[in-house]
């Protein structure tokens, strides 16, 4: 089923501009560069702004520094230090240097909520504000109608604010810009001197085309103004500003009702209006409701109601073509989501066959395609349509995905829904250096080998698996060794061989394209012992490297097994250390398994001073905490094994009157009060006196 002409002619010309684009980077050719954007730019400007769409989709960071190719910010940076050193008056060169570091801001203060934001993330993402900020005024300077480095400005500012320097400079108070480096923690300088660069001098004076503002105007509208005088209908800056009217930016959506029809947005299309439609409706379609809500549709109150309502709402609408293809997908999501077979698949195939007339050459966003393809993989739904070939192939074309990627090699090795049985041009090479890339954050791998092995594709999954594993990576020799151990049920007949699975798992431990979480794996499915089982001192320094490793990566479970493996085998200090760093936040778990077993080990540090002052009081507060919160007996057989050991060390003479004679040489009070110890949530100590 191979894609329309149209669609592929497209697409062939998106990548290889891309791949032009990049391989002059590389080899510093900015002349080269220079050229191409002059072009899209007198482009636009003739035509009144209306190459939207191919402003879109080459100008941006990503396009020029794709993340294997140029996965380092340091080169990135050097790239557009020698761009703007070349050619010091280029609009262009600034503009990315400043999107450069409107991005690092971006990194450095993450998606997260404002409150869970460490105060060091705050002060570095400030002072990538400020380079930002620096950079893209000099880029002002530079053009007549410098329109996106304007909507890029109006973006930072909306979400990071505007420098005190920058206020000062618009109420002409030019001898009060400073920077605000003096009051950066040392923290923050750290955490924005891992991005390379230094620190930008603030200007002394506005560029001239910025016209005055009243001192109490702030935030996006001044900078939408200044967007509009030069491009009324200029729609990245329009959708900009829509979104940061959403509630979550203290907005309303009667805010951003109003603004849609309001006069800043006359002259755009109506399908381009129904861009900022789609925002609208999507600050509420992006989270799915949830699966126990009331699903009867005729009850207009439910969520999964108001869903499809906003999304029948949105398809009835005029709207740009790729704006209509992203909408159907998102349909198809929320449909396959409710189980909705049929109007999942429907959805999926208009948008296609859509794809296909039109010419849109970009890939369907993954969270909107992986439930749909569990269906037609795993659950073996009929494809008259060829819509998984549709997608995989034009997905193949691109290096946004590895998820994409892994199951297109699958699909054309096997011959399966749709796909040609013959090989990508250089796509396995491809893969591999899109996963060294990019795996590191991300488990894209397994998730397809179960993916094909969970839908009786066992052979795929088995033949993928293999292909990736001898060519070192971690990931899928990590999944060889669980099939090893027989943790997949059914596919080919392969014997449990604990021997391999261990061979398995200690290459993916030092596989050329690594992954933390196979340290993770080795460390928990061979070295790690029994509980209060001390290692010998070079088996336990390999699995406390193993174990940090997965730690710094966030990987689930590496804490507790750290923290077992050091109050077991590691020095006083070390225990100590686990005492005031990593127990507290085990006990605030919400895995009941975490907090049982963190329980288990305090009670035997202040059972045994390891690490800690002894307090057999508190030893016993804590075996009884933890005894108290397993009441289905689910790790019964787990505490009476454990708990045997110290109490061993404890039970001379009668438990009591043990405690009774050492009580008076552990004051337990003490020791809670100076955060010497803990205490068992909900603990009445005097009851227990």
């Not at 690092?104 to 993330?121: F, K």
């Not at 659950?379 to 290096?399: C, K, N, R, S, T």
């Not at 052979?459 to 292909?467: F, N, R, V, Y």
């Not at 010497?676 to 005097?686: H, R």
Request: hydrophobic residues 40%; proline residues 5%; glycine residues 6%.
């Amino acid at each position: 089923m191979p894609l329309s002409p149209l669609l592929e002619q497209n697409i062939r010309h998106s990548c290889n501009t891309q791949a032009l684009l990049r391989a002059a980077l590389l080899r510093s050719d900015f002349e080269y560069l220079e050229h191409f954007f002059a072009d899209i730019d007198t482009r636009s400007k003739n035509n009144g702004g209306d190459n939207h769409e191919e402003v879109q989709a080459f100008v941006h960071f990503h396009v020029l520094f794709d993340a294997y190719t140029f996965p380092e910010t340091k080169k990135q940076l050097a790239l557009l230090h020698a761009w703007t050193a070349a050619y010091p008056h280029s609009y262009y060169a600034h503009y990315f240097l400043g999107e450069f570091w409107e991005l690092v801001a971006a990194d450095i203060r993450t998606t997260g909520l404002a409150m869970d934001v460490e105060p060091d993330r705050w002060e570095a993402a400030a002072l990538a504000r400020d380079n930002a900020a620096i950079t893209l005024l000099h880029a002002l300077t530079l053009d007549a109608q410098p329109v996106r480095a304007l909507s890029l400005m109006m973006r930072l500012f909306a979400y990071l604010g505007e420098p005190a320097w920058m206020d000062n400079l618009f109420r002409h108070q030019a001898g009060e810009v400073t920077d605000n480096s003096d009051d950066i923690s040392p923290a923050g300088h750290q955490r924005f001197a891992t991005y390379g660069g230094s620190l930008l001098t603030p200007p002394t004076q506005l560029p001239a085309l910025l016209q005055t503002r009243d001192p109490d105007e702030a935030g996006y509208s001044y900078w939408l103004a200044q967007i509009l005088r030069f491009c009324p209908n200029c729609l990245d800056a329009l959708t900009t500003a829509t979104y940061y009217l959403t509630p979550r930016w203290y907005g309303s959506h009667r805010h951003m009702k109003a603004f849609i029809n309001g006069p800043q947005c006359a002259a755009l299309t109506e399908g381009q209006r129904g861009d900022l439609w789609w925002v609208k409706e999507f600050d509420y379609l992006e989270d799915l409701p949830d699966h126990a809500e009331d699903h009867d549709d005729n009850n207009p109150g439910t969520d999964k109601s108001l869903h499809r309502q906003a999304y029948q709402r949105l398809l009835a609408r005029p709207l740009l073509d790729h704006t209509r293809i992203d909408t159907l997908f998102a349909y198809a999501k929320f449909c396959s989501y409710y189980g909705e077979l049929d109007e999942a698949y429907a959805m999926a195939a208009e948008a296609c066959k859509l794809q296909a007339q039109c010419g849109w050459h970009k890939p369907v966003k993954l969270s909107n395609f992986e439930y749909l393809a569990q269906d037609l993989i795993v659950e073996g739904i009929p494809d008259p349509d060829g819509v998984l070939a549709h997608v995989l192939q034009v997905a193949e074309y691109f290096e946004e995905s590895s998820w994409f990627l892994l199951l297109a090699c699958a699909a054309r090795h096997e011959g399966k829904w749709g796909m040609p049985q013959e090989p990508f041009p250089g796509q396995f090479e491809r893969l591999l250096t899109l996963i060294a890339a990019i795996e590191s954050k991300h488990d894209s791998v397994t998730e397809v080998l179960e993916l094909l092995w969970n839908g009786g594709h066992e052979q795929a999954s088995w033949w993928l698996a293999h292909e990736l594993a001898h060519r070192g990576v971690a990931l899928a020799q990590c999944f060889l060794a669980n099939v090893y151990r027989g943790e997949y049920e059914d596919g080919p007949e392969i014997q449990v061989d604990e021997k391999m699975a261990e061979q398995w798992q200690r290459s993916a431990a030092a596989a050329a394209i690594p992954h933390s979480k196979a340290a993770y794996l080795l460390a928990r499915n061979y070295l790690v012992p029994p509980a209060f089982t001390r290692q010998k001192k070079p088996e336990y320094l390999y699995t406390k490297q193993l174990l940090e490793k997965a730690l710094a990566a966030d990987i689930d479970g590496a804490k507790l097994l750290l923290m077992q493996i050091i109050v077991n085998s590691g020095s006083p200090e070390e225990a100590a250390w686990v005492h005031a760093e990593l127990i507290p936040s085990l006990l605030e778990s919400d895995d009941n398994t975490e907090q049982l077993i963190t329980s288990v080990f305090l009670s035997y540090m202040y059972g045994t001073g390891q690490g800690v002052a002894l307090s057999p009081f508190l030893a016993h507060a804590w075996a009884n905490y933890a005894q108290s919160i397993d009441e289905e007996e689910v790790h019964k057989y787990y505490l009476d094994t454990t708990l045997l050991l110290y109490r061993k060390l404890l039970i001379n003479n009668g438990i009591r009157g043990w405690f009774n004679r050492l009580r008076k040489d552990t004051p337990w009070r003490e020791l809670v009060r100076t955060a010497e110890a803990y205490l068992p949530p909900d603990f009445d100590g005097d009851a227990d006196d």
